[in-house]
């Protein structure tokens, strides 16, 4: 069964993620596995307004779009030091490398899966696609895969393209942890926020398990809280 929490708004509920975040980390979490999109920002910025000590802290981060340089803004490297590395330095971080995956992907990709498997994540944080894609594993991904690169869908373009210029400019594919990787985490933290992601969010905890909702999946896993505001939860 799943764990649901439901709070009033996204502020609420990224303090309630970091509640369980810092006190997995205070049990003996060591490797997280972080995520980016608009929705993990509330719970970054309780994590660096708070003392909590990150020198000890191996981060994993899910995705990255195939092409980008770390510093391009757009990027998902980028994000994680603006939000959260900057002011919280890990003592490891790792991101998928997308001018690497520009070039070759299947090494990019096996260097990440070793990554992973070297460096056991504790606490895997996800965010949910508007048709249950968890990380950019978009309907249809088979529940094996492991990282690869990954075509984003157009609905995908479509809504990050809000982050980007133009349209355009959004990279069409991305290096991406498989749905293996993630239900290899000991524990999962999802959030979502907003009337957009109500279907999605009643789909994943209430739907047929199938690869066509990619988060159904997380059913099987033994250790699953989400946590979602009213205007996500309305359709459960
Ligand atoms: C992208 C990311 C996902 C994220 C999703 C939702 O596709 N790869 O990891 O969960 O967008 O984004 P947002 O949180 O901005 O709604």
Not at 14 to 32: D, Q, R, S, T, Y
Not at 192 to 202: C, D, V, W
Not at 223 to 230: A, G, K, N
């Amino acid at each position: 069964m799943m764990k649901v929490i439901v709070r009033e708004n996204d502020i609420q509920g990224g303090a309630a993620a970091f509640e369980i975040f810092e006190k997995g980390i205070k049990n003996g979490a060591k490797v997280l596995g972080l995520a980016t999109g608009s929705t993990p920002v509330t719970l970054y910025q309780n994590w660096v307004k708070s003392d909590l000590n990150c020198d000890d802290l191996t981060s994993i981060n899910l995705d990255e779009y195939v092409g980008l340089k770390p510093d391009d803004p757009q990027s998902y490297h980028y994000f994680m030091k603006e939000h959260l590395f900057n002011k919280k330095p890990f003592k490891h971080s790792y991101v998928p490398d997308g001018v690497e995956a520009a070039k070759d992907p299947q090494k990019a990709a096996d260097d990440y899966n070793k990554i992973i498997k070297d460096n056991p994540i504790d606490i895997q944080l996800l965010g949910i696609g508007r048709n249950g894609h968890i990380a950019f594993n978009e309907p249809g991904s088979s529940f094996d895969t492991v990282t690869r690169e990954v075509k984003l869908t157009e609905n995908t373009i479509k809504a990050n393209s809000r982050f980007f210029n133009n349209i355009d400019d959004v990279p069409t594919s991305a290096i991406c942890m498989g749905i293996a990787n993630i239900m290899s985490a000991k524990k999962i933290v999802l959030m979502a926020f907003g009337e957009k992601k109500a279907h999605a969010i009643k789909e994943m905890i209430e739907g047929p398990i199938t690869e066509e909702v990619p988060a159904s999946i997380l059913q099987k896993h033994p250790d699953v809280t989400v946590i979602v505001d009213e205007a996500a939860a309305k359709e459960l």
